[in-house]
């Protein structure tokens, strides 16, 4: 039985990609992942610490604040630690970027998390307090500019990400998002971040330091992170290992 022509040539093509996996680089938006990294390099250092403040707002209106370090190394591992309240003090978790593990002081080994819990409740997930470059874990494409922004269409690119898609709007001027709106589905908002107050935070090196969080699915839960310090320094290797989670306070201080 003889094959369509047309369909020879597409198997051909498939099988081609499937071989020389660069070949794919043609379908895929380069100027979108350009912009993409651009907004990595002005936000991240290739390794850094973090300290900031989470706040969050339950619906009868009170707030409760939380302390935190982080720290990111070059390969792009995230490691996070509470340091207040002391209700709290010493829980932490580590992101090698395909797995998470938390640890709670008291249990005897960390266990398997996923980046949709979160260590600190409220609005926040583990995917948001463990920071890093977005093109790690996303590719880009760009859905439309105007005379102030661009709007990149991000996919997640790594599994267990919690959500769909998410659409970040940049300021062009500033190579800078200005919000990150993350789709449970095509048409359904699961969260939206807003990020405010861009401020010098390192040699040459700007960022928004304040990110306000706003559940479309429960409206009445705000999250609040504030920045406080950020260093361009390299944290020790063992930092970032499930081993070191418990005495992760040791460095992190």
Do not use: C
Request: proline letters at 7%; charged letters at 25%.
């Amino acid at each position: 039985m003889k094959m369509n022509p047309a369909l020879f040539a597409l198997s051909i093509l498939w099988l081609a990609i499937g071989a020389f996996p660069e070949w794919a680089e043609a379908v895929v938006d380069i100027e979108g992942q350009n912009i993409l990294r651009q907004v990595d390099q002005t936000m991240f250092p290739e390794s850094f610490r973090n300290y900031f403040v989470i706040e969050n707002t339950t619906p009868d209106r009170r707030k409760h604040s939380i302390s935190l370090f982080s720290a990111q190394n070059k390969s792009g591992q995230s490691v996070v630690l509470i340091i207040n309240p002391p209700s709290l003090r010493g829980r932490s978790a580590f992101w090698d970027g395909t797995t998470v593990w938390t640890h709670i002081p008291g249990e005897l080994e960390p266990r398997k998390s996923e980046l949709r819990q979160s260590i600190v409740g409220g609005v926040f997930n583990n995917m948001d307090l463990l920071p890093g470059p977005f093109h790690n874990h996303h590719q880009a494409q760009l859905e439309k500019e105007d005379k102030e922004f661009q709007y990149l269409k991000l996919t997640p690119t790594t599994r267990g990400v919690p959500y769909a898609f998410m659409v970040m709007k940049v300021w062009r001027n500033l190579h800078l998002p200005a919000e990150l709106i993350q789709y449970a589905t095509e048409y359904e908002i699961f969260k939206r971040i807003r990020l405010e107050e861009i401020k010098e935070v390192g040699k040459e090196r700007h960022r928004p330091t304040l990110m306000k969080t706003f559940s479309e699915m429960n409206p009445l839960y705000q999250s609040e992170w504030r920045l406080g310090t950020q260093d361009e320094k390299d944290v020790p290797a063992e930092a970032f290992s499930v081993e070191f989670l418990p005495k992760l306070g040791q460095i992190l201080k």
